[in-house]
Nanobody, 124 residues
Framework: QVQLVESGGGLVQAGGSLRLSCAVS????????LGWFRQARGKGREFVAAIDATGRTKDYADSIKGRFAISRDNAKNTLFLRVDSLKPEDSAVYFC?????????????????WGQGTQVTVSS
């Protein structure tokens, strides 16, 4: 069973930055593509960013493009999301997810394992 544990969320002022991390427990980290999704209160889960197994191919939601950056450290089994220029509308629970496929997906249904989420709250 693959376990994912997010960290790095918190309360930040508009315009601020955070670095979210996701530790993935598996012996085959490099066979998984990974993603970040978020869910604001009262809304559905939405795609944020994804990265393929090699780390060379990435995709982003239009709403965060240019402000967020996804990366992975295959030596440390860790996924990251750098979030800059935060806006109040970025407030949500951020989830990391793992997919047993070398190629990334922007669809939540494409992921096999999920973390519990980390709360990001952006004050205006």
């Amino acid at each position: 069973q693959v376990q994912l544990v997010e960290s790095g969320g918190g309360l930040v002022q508009a315009g601020g930055s955070l670095r979210l991390s996701c530790a993935v427990s598996t012996n085959s980290f490099t066979t998984f593509s990974l993603g970040w999704f978020r869910q604001a209160r009262g809304k559905g889960r939405e795609f944020v960013a994804a990265i393929d197994a090699t780390g060379r191919t990435k995709d982003y939601a239009d709403s965060i493009k240019g402000r967020f950056a996804i990366s992975r450290d295959n030596a440390k089994n860790t996924l990251f999301l750098r979030v800059d220029s935060l806006k109040p509308e970025d407030s949500a629970v951020y989830f990391c997810a793992a997919r047993r496929d070398l190629f990334l997906s922007v669809y939540s249904s494409g992921y096999d394992f999920w973390g519990q989420g980390t709360q990001v709250t952006v004050s205006s």
